[in-house]
């Protein structure tokens, strides 16, 4: 019987900035020429004609045309991340092994599923504050579907693997 994993990680992706734009709050933007931080639209509006001398002190602003950008460690916007595997091909392996890892405090939520549409969870998996250590758990189960989903704002890694 083969055996089957999944990997995934979480890779911040941000826009680079653009003249006369429309922003919104809540949009990140990243320098032409990257200065290893990131910018946060706080007050929504229309980005200038040219592209503003961007103040890199976290939290400092940093006025565009309309926009009021702020200041952020090019670290602390990214994605949340969800990993599945399916193992219906595999012949429905129900040894399953989750690795994961966060460069934060954070909670990795285990979720089975027989047909892959109707989820059920699982187990919670924490990660302590700023541990890049491997956390592990084994399951034995009958889900021929496994989920590992985390919210939480750092970078993480997440690895799903099945087998007889």
């Not at 952020?72 to 392996?93: E, F, H, M, Q």
Request: proline letters at 4%.
């Amino acid at each position: 019987m083969a055996n089957v994993s999944a990997y995934g990680s979480s890779i911040p992706i941000y826009t680079t900035w653009t003249a006369e734009t429309v922003y919104s709050i809540g949009d990140y933007v990243v320098p032409t020429t990257p200065n290893d931080r990131l910018y946060e639209c706080t007050v929504a509006g229309v980005s200038g004609a040219e592209e503003p001398t961007w103040d890199t002190e976290i939290n400092s602003t940093t006025e565009d045309g309309t926009v009021i950008w702020t200041c952020r460690s090019s670290s602390a916007v990214i994605n949340p991340l969800i990993v599945t595997l399916d193992t219906c091909n595999y012949g429905g392996l129900t040894l399953c092994e989750v690795w994961v890892k966060s460069d934060i405090s954070a909670t990795f939520d285990v979720y089975g599923s027989v047909d892959g549409d109707n989820w059920r969870w699982v187990d919670a998996i924490t990660v302590p504050y700023n541990e890049r250590t491997d956390r592990h758990q084994g399951y034995h189960n009958a889900y021929q579907h496994l989920k590992v989903i985390t919210s939480d704002s750092g970078v993480n890694e997440i690895e799903i693997a099945a087998g007889a």
